[in-house]
């Protein structure tokens, strides 16, 4: 049984099913709709879904770009990566999807009946050979195992390990997705920098999705506050807010957890940002949680008791997954804002071979 039809809980859901495992998806929402905005996945991502037979459709859920990097607000390159370049070293670009579309997709994927909507997990208990948990409707089901791939703020946390503190991080984050229509928004695919916070884009199919990053975000946090603080950058970065519906932009503090020394109690295991929620600096929440889902299922495939597989499970993740969280908390508090600050780093940005600066991301690509 698997808590959360997140990106998580739904590619676990498929790798089981690819392995001939019976499972069911519990989510609290009420349906499985459209919404949030882009994600970036990392060809690490691409060849779990390659391996389960859908790695191409993921790849038609993306849009073209032809030059990565980081710039200035007025347009200048700090780096320039183009796409061959980081195809040749990471085996693979990273592509732009919709998360609302890659989770349809995977949906789609799954047998008919496999997730079960308006089901909110609030009880969990555990004997030798099953689990038992119930949900907020007041109904409740078992199984021999359950995989808690809710989120952020996961329940089955919670109710394994006790409550934990989330750390509030130095950065608030809007995110929203625009079509160009008859504009040309050109092919850049990367991030922003400038002195009132970060900007990337990143085409998806037929549009472009984009976020913001600030320290904080005032009140408002609309997008009256995301035209003023990037409203004067270079092109697109005004006309992809002004082309934003208002109901189409998310904006929320950002936060992760301090790593937690066991995923796993009993039958019961966590997955993606229930078990390791990170800043989205390098892009990597879902991709890890992608990557957990696959190993789970070997891991799952591969012993033949429970107990066994969740070892092994936690063995293969748990400290890649935690060195690409403390990277990603790094940059974040790294992410200094103000005229100063942004020169500085964009010049010793510059300073880093662009051999050295795709190993850095050849390690996290493969991650
Ligand atoms: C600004 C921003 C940009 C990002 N960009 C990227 C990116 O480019 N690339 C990338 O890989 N990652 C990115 N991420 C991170 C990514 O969004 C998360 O890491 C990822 O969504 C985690 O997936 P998940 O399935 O573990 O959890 P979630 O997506 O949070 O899914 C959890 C699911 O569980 C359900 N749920 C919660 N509680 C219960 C309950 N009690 N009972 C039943 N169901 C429940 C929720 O409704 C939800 O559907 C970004 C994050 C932010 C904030």
């Not at 890659?102 to 004997?127: I, N």
């Not at 993606?272 to 800043?279: F, I, L």
């Not at 696959?294 to 400290?319: I, M, Q, S």
Request: proline share 4%; aromatic share 6%.
């Amino acid at each position: 049984m698997v808590i959360g039809g997140g990106i998580g809980g739904l590619t676990t859901a498929l790798a089981l099913v690819s392995r001939g495992v019976d499972v069911t998806v519990y989510e609290r929402a009420p349906e499985l709709c459209e919404i949030g905005a882009g994600l970036g996945v990392w060809p690490a991502p691409q060849a779990v879904y390659d391996r389960l037979g859908i790695g191409d459709k993921v790849r038609g859920l993306a849009g073209p770009w032809k030059t990565a990097g980081l710039r200035r607000s007025d347009g200048t390159y700090i780096v320039r990566i183009p796409i061959e370049d980081l195809r040749a070293r990471l085996g693979g670009a990273t592509i732009g999807v919709h998360r609302g579309e890659l989770q349809a997709l995977l949906l789609r994927s799954l047998p008919d009946g496999t997730v079960h909507t308006g089901k909110e997990l609030v009880g969990l208990t555990q004997d030798g050979s099953s689990v038992t948990v119930s949900f907020a409707d007041g109904t409740s089901t078992a199984a021999c195992a359950v995989v808690g791939a809710d989120g952020l703020r996961s329940r089955t946390r919670e109710l394994l390990f006790g409550p934990r503190r989330l750390r509030r991080c130095r950065m608030a984050a809007w995110r929203g997705t625009a079509s160009p229509g008859d504009d040309d928004w050109g092919d850049f695919a990367g991030e922003t920098w400038g002195p009132t916070g970060r900007f990337g884009i990143l085409p998806i199919a037929g549009r472009v999705t984009w976020y913001a990053a600030a320290r904080r975000f005032s009140n408002s946090g609309g997008k009256h506050e995301l035209l003023r603080r990037f409203g004067d950058w270079h092109h697109p970065i005004p006309d992809l807010i002004a082309a934003t519906e208002p109901g189409q932009i998310w904006c929320d503090q950002v936060y992760d957890i301090a790593p937690l020394r066991h995923w796993s109690k009993g039958r019961v295991t966590l997955l993606g940002d229930a078990a390791h929620a990170m800043t989205p600096d390098l892009g990597q929440g879902a991709c890890q949680a992608v990557l957990d889902a696959w190993a789970l299922a070997e891991a799952l495939a591969t012993n033949d008791d429970v107990r066994g597989a969740f070892d092994a499970y936690e063995r293969a993740r748990k400290g890649r997954a935690r060195i690409v969280a403390m990277v990603a908390r790094a940059t974040t508090n790294g992410a200094g804002e103000g005229r100063a600050a942004v020169a500085m780093r964009s010049a010793l940005t510059q300073r880093v071979p662009l051999g050295a600066a795709l190993s850095a991301l050849s390690f996290v690509a493969k991650a």
